[in-house]
């Protein structure tokens, strides 16, 4: 089945002793979750048209997690009535089953999803909007359970893209990505439980209104990729080195169909060499319903990869 125009996307990475697996969620013109995988044992990319994820409602957000090297997926969404919907994979199961988190908190109509695991998937936030364009965050914490996370998130555009990444150093950092109500993209971090604000201003890009915004974090000390698109339908990249700032933004060749959206991971490992860190993986949407991966080995320079996933 072919992906909606314009669909959510969300992506995992995860290795094991098989080697380096890869998933990307999209939604189908009915409304359905789908999936398409990427396996080293297996040659390029598969569909699993068999497989819905779930059912959510048209053109909101998809976050995923992944945590036990695989064997544990989470995958969220809206439903219908805007709940936030949780459906988990366990590996040995036959299949999709609802979370916990399921029609416990609802957002906005138009609102879209970030969620981001630290502690292998202890400790679970996820980020949404509210009816007030308020940015919300809920908390699965293992053994507290459900918990209600900060208010200090401010009033976003609505229908923004949210991103959130923890430190792959697990060291209580992460990072909120958003688009304020002046178009400027912004990042909130925490440092264990204190939360600043930083504002990108050194970006020269202009974007339009609910750009697409997708992070990554990667090695030790962190560095980070901010990824999203401007009014030129242009896929720009921002990079943080651990330096202190945050370099000026970078406009790369690729185009994108408009308001495409972006789904961002760190594929390193599995059958791929140590000097091939960090083999980023960017999804996106180019040509109509076409879903296509670019990749970097560096973060800083970018190429495609696959051009037609799903």
């Not at 390029?44 to 997926?73: D, S, Y």
């Not at 036959?94 to 981001?116: D, F, K, Q, V």
Request: with cysteine; glycine share 8%.
């Amino acid at each position: 089945m072919t992906s909606l125009t314009r669909t959510p996307l969300a992506a995992i990475h995860f290795n094991d002793d098989s080697g380096k697996h890869i998933r990307v969620y999209y939604q189908a013109p009915n409304g359905d979750i789908k999936e398409s995988f990427y396996d080293d044992s297996l040659s390029g990319w598969h569909p699993r048209p068999e497989n819905t994820v779930g059912h959510g409602k048209l053109n909101t957000g998809i976050a995923a997690l992944v945590w036990g090297k695989g064997t544990q997926i989470g995958v969220y969404f809206l439903g219908d009535d805007g709940s936030i919907v949780e459906r988990l994979y366990s590996a040995g199961t036959s299949g999709w089953t609802n979370g916990g988190m399921t029609g416990r908190y609802h957002a906005a109509p138009y609102s879209r999803l970030g969620a981001l695991s630290i502690r292998n998937g202890q400790d679970i936030h996820i980020y949404y909007q509210d009816t007030n364009n308020k940015l919300r965050e809920f908390i699965y914490r293992v053994p507290q359970g459900y918990l209600e996370g900060t208010d200090k998130l401010p009033v976003a555009l609505a229908g923004t893209a949210i991103a959130a990444v923890a430190n792959p150093n697990e060291n209580g950092q992460f990072w909120v990505y958003f688009q304020a109500t002046d178009l400027k993209l912004q990042e909130y971090w925490c440092n264990n439980n204190s939360w600043n604000q930083f504002a990108l201003h050194n970006s020269n890009q202009v974007y339009p209104p609910q750009a697409a915004i997708a992070a990554v974090a990667w090695s030790n000390p962190a560095k980070t990729r901010l990824l999203s698109v401007d009014q030129n339908n242009k896929i720009c990249t921002t990079a943080y080195d651990a330096t202190g700032t945050w370099s000026p933004t970078q406009e790369l060749a690729e185009s994108t169909i408009t308001l495409t959206d972006l789904a961002l991971i760190s594929a390193a490992g599995g059958s791929q060499s140590a000097a091939a860190q960090p083999a980023l993986r960017l999804y996106y949407q180019n040509f109509g319903a076409r879903i296509s991966e670019l990749s970097s080995q560096d973060g800083d320079n970018w190429s495609v990869s696959q051009s037609n996933i799903a």
